[in-house]
């Protein structure tokens, strides 16, 4: 049991400390800026439409050109800091609603209404590599040119791939993304209500590191449960049908992408691929609309998930379509902000999480030290996870 308690005294709590950290001018921050990250719901960012987004500690302006391309650019105009966002879209450039001042894709002031000509030429915001996948806008914010895109392969099977409307989450993005690793809390947490029927049982966790991330094992006598971890921040996992829908589209392939909003609070992309096609792809359809229905009238899961983290309402008492995440949100938000990881005393089924940190810790001191972190490089396609049974 050394490896456990090693993360729990001496250096490794500053460690720990520093991986939840993503701001600029952390460790954290400078190893998670090295990848894309998604940033918005491609589907809702309509074209001309500009808004404010913050990753990891910092806000920048998203918009959607009129040639259908998504730009992310500085937050605040460099004239007299006006907010981006709150101009128009003209075309593939936008205007800042202060002065009038107009930027094109690259940054570049184009246009000052009120100024000499030629001053536009010598002014310049910075933009940030953009591109497009699985219904997602990712973003790159590190220095130099983006790795290779894309971060990770699409799901290999047929059906539907959808996204869900991503829940901004009260905590560091850390928390959440351990939890994603964890396969024994399935087996308490999830076991009320009993949305994961047939992985109660405890698994045996394994883990190991690969070229693009970790392979996460869940053995359970003679079957084995196989999940995928990309660096820096995204599970792909097979998990069980949607709560609600009455069994409707089966065990799905997710993807759960843990964005840092800022280090107290973190948004959840959620990608799934739905196996059904044809007849059965339309009886999914039309259950997952009566689900958001019943979803709607619910009310919101993170209001429920605050009352019962306030003990207003009892965890075995929560009552709604959406009980998996009221769950996942009120023990994984429950533990702080920011965990105080301190007191942790980390067992053999935290091998998973473990191994992580380790990672992490090297790669965190290799920044600090001046020395090449190690080349990620994305999954190959035929890497899939497995359910195991």
Known sequence: MSAPSEWTVGTHLRRIFDIARTGPDTPGGKFMRRFWMPVHSSED?????????????EDFALYRGEGGVAQVIDYRCPHRGAMMH?????????????????????????EMPAEDPGFARKVQMRTYPTREYM???????????????????????????????????????LQCFENSMDEVHVAFVHKIGGSHSGIYDLPEIAAEETDWGMIRYGRRGNEE???????????RVIVPPMAGLDGAGGWRELYLAFTPIDDENNMWFITNLVGVTGEAAETYKAARQKYWERQKAAGSALDLARDVMDG????????????????????????????D???????????????????????????????PVKQWTPAPAEMVPTLGF
């Open 135 to 173: 219904g997602l806008v990712f973003a790159y914010f590190g220095e130099g040119a983006p790795p290779a895109f894309p971060p990770y392969p699409m799901p290999v099977g047929e059906g539907i791939v959808e996204n869900q409307a991503p829940p901004v989450v009260p905590c560091n993005y």
């Open 312 to 339: 207003r309402v009892a965890f075995a008492d929560i009552d709604h379509p959406d009980r998996v995440r009221v769950q996942d949100f009120a023990v994984q938000a429950g533990q702080g902000r920011i965990a």
């Open 86 to 110: 709150l101009g128009w879209v003209e075309g593939d450039d936008i205007r800042c609603v202060y002065h009038g001042w107009k930027f094109d894709c690259s940054g570049q002031c184009v």
């Open 225 to 235: 449960r196989i999940s995928l971890h990309y660096m820096p921040n995204c599970t």
């Open 341 to 371: 990881r301190s007191n942790e005393r980390l067992g053999k089924s935290d091998t998973a999480i473990i191994l992580w940190r380790k990672i992490m810790e090297r790669e965190f001191r290799a920044i600090e030290e001046g020395r």
């Open 45 to 57: 960012l309509a074209t001309g439409q500009a808004k404010p987004i913050r990753v990891m500690s």
